[in-house]
T-cell receptor
Framework: KNEVEQSPQNLTAQEGEFITINCSYS?????LHWLQQHPGGGIVSLFM???GKKKHGRLIATINIQEKHSSLHITASHPRDSAVYIC?????????FGKGTRLHILP | DTEVTQTPKHLVMGMTNKKSLKCEQH?????MYWYKQKAKKPPELMFV???????INESVPSRFSPECPNSSLLNLHLHALQPEDSALYLC???????????FGPGTRLTVL
């Protein structure tokens, strides 16, 4: 079993839909990253959180440390949100990446 | 300046070539990272430098040789690579280890 599991692996939705991507982990962590990677390859760090909830524009990230679970939500999704979203957890001495969720928003 | 820059964007090299990848940041970050990413896979950590000293080497073959000449620069020297080393090489930096990382655009490397 992978130490970081993301779901779904792939997600196609219509423009305007509310999107949720989930990340579960099995190791102790100090913080969790949500990253966005567009087809060109560059990675953008969206959030780093260790408790509670953070919001930036249409993006919201939550984490429940007790349940070892985090979610990334996108409100009013847009085709430009199409990308791979990667969850990465920061443990004692390493960073562990999930396999990513490939999101495709149709116009 | 909140950017991590990487050069070159693309690199094609033969198995006998010697080349270098460069990464630069001017955010005053003291931790810098090299990652390798194959298509449709998550990034894999290769090296971490903390305060210009090698902190983590994830059992990377010696044909990859990192160098951190100063706090703003990180190089990855390549020699005698194999075709399976073809990948996207990403650099990242953070204020110190284990804080939020900022990624560069990557260098897409092809080994012939």
């Amino acid at each position: 079993k992978n130490e970081v599991e993301q779901s779904p692996q792939n997600l196609t939705a219509q423009e305007g839909e509310f999107i949720t991507i989930n990340c579960s982990y099995s190791v102790g962590i100090s913080a969790l990253h949500w990253l966005q990677q567009h087809p060109g390859g560059g990675i953008v760090s969206l959030f780093m959180l260790s408790s509670g909830k953070k919001k930036h524009g249409r993006l919201i990230a939550t984490i429940n440390i007790q349940e070892k679970h985090s979610s990334l939500h996108i409100t009013a999704s847009h085709p430009r949100d199409s990308a791979v979203y990667i969850c990465a957890v920061i443990g004692d001495d390493k960073i562990i990446f999930g396999k990513g969720t490939r999101l495709h928003i149709l116009p | 300046d909140t950017e991590v820059t990487q050069t070159p964007k693309h690199l094609v090299m033969g198995m006998t070539n010697k080349k270098s990848l460069k990464c630069e940041q001017h955010m005053g970050h003291r931790a810098m990272y090299w990652y390798k990413q194959k298509a449709k896979k998550p990034p894999e950590l290769m090296f971490v430098y903390s305060y210009e000293k090698l902190s983590i080497n994830e059992s990377v073959p010696s044909r990859f040789s990192p160098e951190c000449p100063n706090s703003s620069l990180l190089n990855l020297h390549l020699h005698a690579l194999q075709p399976e080393d073809s990948a996207l090489y990403l650099c990242a930096s953070s204020q110190i280890e284990r804080l939020q990382q900022y990624f560069g655009p990557g260098t897409r490397l092809t080994v012939l």
